[in-house]
């Protein structure tokens, strides 16, 4: 899905961790290519039409495989 408005481009599928009351704004884990650069994972709000979106956290391969190892070695049931 690129946005040549933004210069940027979703790869995939969107994934959608939440949704807003409204619905109008999702919150997303996605890969993302901006300017054409190396795809990172992004979490950031989106809005439905992808054209708008909130500051967010961007995670290069490396930095998304420990975040990923991270959250499995959490005990989030007991945690939260």
Not at 1 to 30: C, D, R
Not at 35 to 54: G, Q
Request: charged share 30%; net charge negative.
């Amino acid at each position: 899905m690129a946005n040549e408005k933004q210069n940027f481009e979703i790869i995939g599928k969107t994934n959608v961790i939440s949704e807003s009351e409204n619905g109008n704004w999702n919150l997303e884990a996605n890969i993302v290519s901006w300017f054409n650069h190396a795809p990172k994972l992004e979490i950031r709000n989106w809005s439905e039409d992808h054209l708008k979106m909130s500051k967010g956290l961007r995670f290069s391969k490396q930095e998304a495989i420990r975040l990923r190892d991270i959250l499995n070695s959490l005990d989030i049931e007991e945690n939260f």
